[in-house]
């Protein structure tokens, strides 16, 4: 009987973990990939979002009026160099000037076999938006290149009357780049369910559901993913059906699988991206995990079955020693259920420990990138200073070559590198300042920290007029910490003294630096108005903003980023006007190297 009876709580067992396991391991798998598209995604919206206002901007060269005003032999050479030269800049993958008609006069690829210059491209629609005075945008399959890419256009204008187009290819290598876990899928589609990219190359330009006879025809029209047909890969009449499922079956070479869907809709383009799984994979965990219940359940079984016997043995003896030895299990099973209970809370409290940690990272990561958001104008205009004077010395350098005056020609260029150079040193900044923290404290020297903070805020700083009075002190001087999150740091605490005064005529920061015995002091001090005394009490708390804009956790995360370091952050007005932010961090004592 006792035999039948584990049986059926073994089979029961094994349908509860059974059904645990799938549902965990679904969400799992599902969780994963979502968040595998969810970064494709993003990276895609940078992508595109770098060179969607380019086209705008580039139609301003006189150069490209010219053409399509006198279509010289002159003109053209000169729209092609221009071209070319934007298109090795831009590093797109195309640039290229259509008429009114829609044929290409000038071509950054004007010089190679596939060249774009005399094709017709009235018929794509990112044409006909540009030629009625539209920004255009529109993914397709090159006609000529055979290349799959994104286009950007817009219109060039004479005056008050349309004369042309530009058009910006992109390649959007970031889809191309993707590298999906083991025997996963991505698949990229339109709003229509035509798939223009698959990592799985056969399901390329088909459908996931039957197309309209209108909308197929049209795609057919404008050659958006080539001249060939369009197969079907499921029966389904609508993408919401398909998106809707939790499984999809497809078939994959000679034989058919099924995969759990994960997808994410870009509205903004109209794609949605989808990243298949096999089922086979949670089916293989759920395998493993059964087989390790197994396990559990046979060992727990054997120790029931060994303390059973032991119990009928000892019911033989006398009664006073059964009576003994039952209170000694009875209490050695308490002491082992609290054991493990013990066990059990300690592996919760590492996990939870494990999983604040990555969350904070993760966050202080978050307060940066938005940190550089807020300073985007501050970066645009500090790039665009260079590129402007780039562009002067370069258009002047053509004049000279076109005058035959060589003489020149090496003062310029050193301008040219020049500039090259301090857009590059820029540029470093910024990344190195938005590279992720790598979790190791160790000896900083403040002045250089200080330098790199104010180096990244230089250029808003010259913006606004602002005086920067450092107090003398010893720039040998270290801290106990971590040079990138302590630069995020002071980077979030000058930004906020800069937007302090940003009404002000003359705004002013004053930073001062002092040791005590174990611990150094840096303090910043803007001419602000200060705080009041709700603020005060409540600066630190997370989502909360005395500006009005922004997502209120600079100084949180700031205060966490200084407890990981055993330091402390404090917040207080000062006696005459402005408000003063108090670093306190472990001292280092040992000499600088």
């Known amino acids: ?100 008609q829609g044929v290409t006069l000038a071509s950054s690829n004007w010089d190679e076999a596939d060249s774009f210059v005399g094709n017709d491209y009235g018929f794509r629609p990112y044409f006909q938006q540009a030629i009625s005075g539209q920004e255009g945008s529109y993914f397709a399959l090159g006609t000529v290149s055979g290349k799959r890419g994104y286009y950007f256009s817009f219109p060039v204008h004479q ?19 993707y590298n999906a876990s083991a025997d996963s899928e991505l698949m990229v589609t339109d709003d229509h369910g035509a798939v223009f990219y698959s990592s799985h190359a056969p399901w390329n330009y088909s459908s996931l559901v039957t197309l309209p006879a209108a909308v197929k025809a049209e795609i057919i029209r404008q050659k958006q993913y080539g001249t ?37 809709t870009m509205s903004q383009v109209g794609w949605h991206l989808i990243a298949l799984t096999p089922v086979n994979q949670v089916y293989v965990l759920m395998g493993w995990m059964l087989i390790g219940a197994t396990v559990l359940f046979v060992l727990v079984a054997l120790l029931s079955m060994s303390w059973r016997r032991n119990i009928i043995a000892q019911r033989q003896l006398a009664v006073v020693n059964e009576q003994l030895e039952h209170r000694v299990e009875q209490r050695t099973a308490q002491l082992q259920q609290t054991n493990n209970t013990l066990v059990e809370t300690i592996e919760k409290q590492r996990k939870t420990e494990q ?86 404290t160790g000896p900083v020297r403040v002045a250089d920290t200080l330098d790199a903070s104010l180096s990244i805020l230089e250029s808003k700083i010259t913006k606004m007029h602002a005086e920067i009075d450092i107090t003398p002190f010893d720039k040998q001087l270290q801290v106990i910490g971590e040079a990138v999150p302590l ?30 015995t174990n611990q150094l002091l840096l303090t910043i001090r803007d001419f602000g108005s200060g705080f009041t005394e709700e603020q005060l009490s409540r600066v ?34 000062h006696p005459e006007q402005g408000a003063v932010f108090t670093l306190t961090l472990p001292f280092n004592s040992e000499p600088a190297e």
Do not use: W
């Open 159 to 177: 005056q008050t009357k349309i004369i042309g187009a530009l058009v910006v290819k992109v390649a959007l290598s970031v889809i191309e780049d």
């Open 355 to 440: 999983r604040l940690k990555e969350t904070q990272n993760e966050l202080i990561q978050a307060g940066k990138l938005a940190l550089l958001g807020e300073m985007s104008a501050s970066i645009n205009h500090e790039l665009n200073q260079p590129l402007t004077a780039l562009r002067t010395y370069s258009e002047t350098l053509r004049l000279m070559i076109n005058k035959g005056k060589t003489e020149a020609f090496g003062e310029t260029t050193d301008e040219i590198i020049k500039l090259i150079q301090k857009m590059a040193t820029i540029v470093a900044q910024y990344k190195l300042f938005a590279r992720k923290s790598a979790g190791k």
């Open 228 to 264: 060939g047909p369009i197969p079907r890969l499921t029966p389904k009449d609508s993408l919401d059906d398909v998106l809707q499922q939790d499984t999809l079956t497809l078939q994959y070479n000679t034989q058919q699988r099924t995969y759990l869907i994960a997808d994410k």
């Open 540 to 573: 630190f708390e997370p989502f909360y903003t005395t500006k009005g804009r922004g997502l209120g956790l600079g100084l949180t995360i700031s205060q966490r980023i200084m407890a990981s370091f055993g330091g402390d952050i404090h917040a207080s007005n």
């Open 1 to 100: 009987m006792f035999r039948v009876i584990t049986f059926v709580l073994f089979l029961c067992y094994l349908m509860v973990v059974g059904l645990l396991a799938y549902t965990q391991v679904t969400e799992a798998v599902k969780e994963s990939a979502e968040q595998d598209i969810q970064d494709v995604a993003s990276r895609l919206d940078i992508e595109l979002d770098k060179y969607r206002t380019l086209p705008r901007v580039l139609v301003l060269h006189p150069a490209i009026s010219d053409l399509l005003t006198t279509q010289s032999q002159e003109n053209i050479q000169r729209g092609n160099l221009l071209l070319q030269s934007y298109n090795a800049s831009l590093n797109s993958d195309a640039v290229y000037l259509l008429s009114q």
């Open 487 to 516: 630069e995020q740091v002071l980077v979030n605490l000058l930004n906020n003294a800069l937007q302090a005064q940003e009404n002000q005529p003359a705004p002013r920061i004053i930073i001062s630096v002092e040791t005590q």
